[in-house]
């Protein structure tokens, strides 16, 4: 009887090896990775001072390491309620309503998240079909453009005017039928601009007219300069419904490896944020959330205080770029100057890499920021000590730059 041959032994045809991803595209494949992240990167790599990447290198209050350190001590460190613990949540209406003028119920309206990155992300899911447009002013938040992706949407970039105000016109003819939602940032990061109540009115209007919604990220609302006033455009009429309100500790307090944030918004628009948020991340770190309450409690003073160190940090910097040849304008609010480099001849990506490896520091591309352009923009944050910024300043005014003037 005869077998038939097996095979075995014999080397196997060659295959052509293809990748998973030439034939199953991702969703990933459409954003790079996150460009600040990036220059903080580089920065560690060259032991640059790092002026990219916006956190604090000096101590929180002790008032919040002494609550941390009290609440592990006490054993929170089992899960919290979803959505964030009772007294957090309590905690949050209560000052929401003390210096935002909007009220929510702690029990149905209130989300406590991983950071206002997860806030801002759960949020666009729990809102957006695929194929709904986002309309997102521009610069904006580099986290603004991937959350639209991923979420699906379509976004619709409205660019902001020279000084960085909104364009009503441009505004208006951006609203469509399939407008789902507008991002705002104020205090705007990387422009320092804070809106105006009139600005705000206008995309209000617009809003209730084409029945969307805004989805407002406002860390920076206590960080503001020079007399200006933080506003909520969740506090207008006709806008509790049709608002979701972001914030977090990370900025206020000096705490931004915590990654505690929240989502404020009415009943309705809460529990589909608070179903996504669920599967995202279940729920922020229990014994920070203790500690947050701990914030919360700190005296008026304390934000005074805030605004004022900051209001002297900004001014370190903002003459040290000045006298280094950048072009640039103190900004409004947030922690931030967004410089102007076109005198330097050269493209914002190259001139971040020039910056770290010839004077040791490090700035954000202005093209993180745009859709479209930026490349004559560096961002840099003053979310720093005191010295640091000094030290900061005497690299950049002594190292030889292109085309300075």
């Keep these: 009887m005869k077998h038939a041959k097996s095979g075995i032994g014999r080397p196997a ?9 030439s034939v199953h595209p ?26 990219a990447q916006g956190f604090p290198d000096f101590a929180c209050p002790p008032e919040l390491k002494a609550a941390a350190c009290a609440a592990i001590s006490a054993d929170h460190n089992q899960y919290a309620i979803t959505w964030g613990s009772q ?16 009220e929510f119920d702690p029990e149905g309206e209130i989300t406590v998240t991983c950071g206002s990155t997860e806030a801002m992300m759960a949020s666009m899911l729990a809102l957006i079909q695929p194929g709904d447009e986002v ?39 951006a609203f469509t039928k399939k407008t789902r939602a507008v991002i705002l940032n104020t205090p705007n990061n990387p422009t320092g601009k804070i809106f105006t109540r009139r600005e705000l009115a206008v995309i209000a209007d617009l809003c209730i ?10 860390i920076y609302e206590h960080i503001v300069y020079d007399g200006k006033k933080h506003l909520s455009i969740g506090s207008l009429d006709g806008m509790h419904d049709r608002t979701i309100t972001i914030g977090s500790f990370s900025k206020t307090y000096s705490v931004t490896g915590w990654r505690v944030g929240y989502a404020l918004a009415d009943k309705a628009i809460t529990s ?28 008026e003073s304390y934000y005074r205080d805030l605004a004022a160190e900051y209001d002297r940090k900004r001014k370190i910097l903002y003459t040290g770029l000045r006298n280094a040849g950048f072009a640039c304008e103190l900004p409004e ?12 001849g050269m493209s914002d990506m ?20 745009y859709s479209k352009g930026g490349e004559t923009r560096l961002r840099f944050t003053f979310s720093k000590k005191d010295e640091t910024l000094v030290e900061a300043c005497r690299r950049l005014e002594g190292v030889e730059l292109p085309g300075k003037r």
Excluded: W
């Design 13 to 21: 045809p060659a295959r052509k090896r293809r990748s998973f991803f």
């Design 135 to 173: 309309i997102v002013p521009e610069p904006f938040y580099e986290n603004y453009g991937p959350d639209a992706q991923i979420s699906g949407a379509v976004p619709r970039h409205v660019p902001l005017k020279k000084d960085f105000s909104i364009d009503e016109e441009a505004m208006k003819n």
């Design 350 to 369: 190259a001139f971040a890499r020039h910056l770290v490896e010839k004077a040791g520091v490090a700035a954000v591309p202005g093209s993180s920021f």
């Design 209 to 218: 007219e084409h029945n969307a919604v805004a989805i407002t990220d406002e």
């Design 87 to 102: 007294e957090l949540r309590t905690a949050l209406a209560e000052r929401v309503m003390a210096f935002n003028r909007m």
């Design 26 to 51: 991702s969703r990933a494949d459409s954003f790079t990775e996150s460009v600040i992240r990036e220059m903080t990167r580089l920065s560690l790599a060259h032991r640059a001072i790092n002026l």
């Design 272 to 299: 589909r944020i608070r179903k996504i948020h669920d599967f995202l991340t279940v729920g922020a770190p229990a014994p920070l959330q203790q500690a947050c309450v701990a914030a919360l409690r700190l005296p």
């Design 333 to 344: 609010g947030a922690y931030y100057i967004f410089t102007d480099i076109s005198g330097f």
